[in-house]
């Protein structure tokens, strides 16, 4: 380039008033102004309600869970069934004994006896409850015997029921057992002939298989169950 452009001149004595050369402008970024008056998040949300009852419950039902598990009456005659009740005892006519019974009592307990504390009206009406569902118990049973008596049939019960299971369970563990002996036995003896007899069968005359079948027999523990192998049993499970 020998000359200067013609413009050149031009520029230098009259500059312009801005950068011709493109910028990034500067980013502003939107400031929210922090109003003085702070709006409580929970104004129209309504205040948790709390009953002098809801901590003796959460303690009795943690102690007991599997009274939850019991059915409750729901129904009530007028809505006013509880005004009726009488908590100087815990027994009240015509109402079930349940775990609601106990936090009744311990509330009466606690708002009507001078100088008791929580624990003491917690463990007096425990004392009371376990009391009354013991004599419940025993009228259950005794009803149960006189109807027995009488010809009434009632069926198996839940311990029946539990060990007839048990001793399924076991009886089919004791013929899986004898089948891992007899296994081995097998694999013992091929492993010093040479020869795996696949198709080899042992008798329940063996005198080896009866030594098996007595120690396996011994070490078994018999709780509630039938231990002693018979002559019948022997040949089934074969």
């Not at 709390?50 to 901590?55: K, S």
């Not at 004599?135 to 149960?144: F, L, N, T």
């Not at 069926?155 to 399924?168: A, F, Q, R």
Request: no cysteine.
């Amino acid at each position: 380039m020998h000359s200067a452009p013609p413009w050149y001149n031009i520029i230098s004595n009259v500059p312009p008033a801005q950068t011709l050369v493109r910028t990034q402008p500067i980013q502003h970024h939107e400031q929210r102004k922090r109003s003085k008056t702070r709006k409580p998040s929970k104004m129209f949300q309504p205040q948790t309600i709390v009953y002098e009852e809801d901590a003796l419950r959460k303690e009795f039902f943690g102690d007991h869970p599997w009274e939850l598990a019991r059915p409750r009456v729901l129904l009530e005659n007028d809505g006013k069934d509880g005004q009726n009740d009488d908590w100087s005892k815990i027994g009240q006519p015509g109402r079930i004994l349940d775990g609601e019974s106990v936090v009744q009592r311990q509330l009466w307990l606690l708002n009507n006896v001078r100088d008791m504390t929580t624990a003491k009206a917690y463990d007096q009406a425990r004392q009371e409850f376990y009391a009354l569902r013991h004599e419940e118990d025993v009228e259950r049973r005794i009803a149960k015997e006189e109807a027995q008596a009488t010809g009434a049939y009632f069926g198996k019960s839940m311990l029946e029921i539990s060990m007839e299971l048990e001793n399924k369970v076991y009886e089919n563990w004791k013929q899986w057992a004898l089948k891992e002996v007899i296994t081995m036995e097998q694999t013992r003896d091929a492993a010093y002939t040479g020869l795996e007899n696949e198709s080899a069968t042992v008798s329940k005359d063996n005198p080896e298989f009866e030594a098996q079948l007595d120690s396996l027999d011994q070490e078994i523990p018999a709780q509630g169950q039938v231990a002693q192998r018979t002559s019948s049993s022997a040949s089934d499970l074969i």
